[in-house]
């Protein structure tokens, strides 16, 4: 029987699919099945801008921690609430290990709000080991082999399992996979957890509250449906994202965007 495909499918959340010179390359690897349960999956971007202007990335922020090891610079960085924007230049690439929700909490071994908006050095929650598994990272020649190299060294390091870890990435796969849950107490509406609970379980394991990743989500969906080239009536797609009026859904759209909706569509609509 063949090994089961690793590829996580198209990324969400990218705000600038394409650039506008040189060249661009996302590539992502699904975890061996050992992993799977706090690791999300493998990420690298590779850029090549020489002789080119600097050219601005933005990805709109997920409920997950990530581990980027770069040529300069290595990190772990907490859930970033706003719209991450990075000026690329040059050659250069980005290696990443991105958490499912709740994920990193056995590895961090604390509440994952303390990394909210914050990046801390990889020995600091990995130990001084680490620093020999980011050199050879850099060292190796490819995605795959970087890939193969971070799977043995989480695998050293697997925790146990931990049933509050399964119940918050189940509760944001539920949201992620429901564009119908506007509400937290909609959230909660099927299960014995009150609201105060799951506000102290996802502040602990993912890091952000339930609301935050609710509005997340849905303006992920909002901005997946208009990169889809979708005829959009803002005020149906405002009142269908939970959201009481068209006015208030553009307001949050440009807060996290930078930009309207229709403007956004203007600029992903190709000439």
Known sequence: MPPPPRDPGKPRGVLRQRLDAGAFAHQR????SGLSAWVEHFWQVDWRLSGCPPQQQETLPHPSVHLVIE?????IHGVHTGRYVRQLAGDGYAFGIKFRP???QPFLRGEVSTLTNRSVSITSVLGGTSATWVEAIRAAPDFPARV?????FLDERRPAMDAKVMQAGACVARIAAEPGITS???LIGEGDTGKRALQRLFKHYVGVGPKWVINR???HEAVARIQAGEVMDW??????????????FIRDFRALVGMTPGDFARRETPD
Do not use: K, N, T
């Open 235 to 248: 005020a149906r797609m405002a009142l269908e994202l939970g959201y009481f009026d068209q006015a208030h």
């Open 217 to 219: 989500y849905r303006l």
């Open 148 to 152: 193969l190299l971070a799977e043995r």
């Open 29 to 32: 690897r699904l975890p061996i």
């Open 102 to 104: 709740g994920g990193f």
């Open 184 to 186: 937290v107490d909609q």
């Open 71 to 75: 040529p300069g610079e290595a990190g």
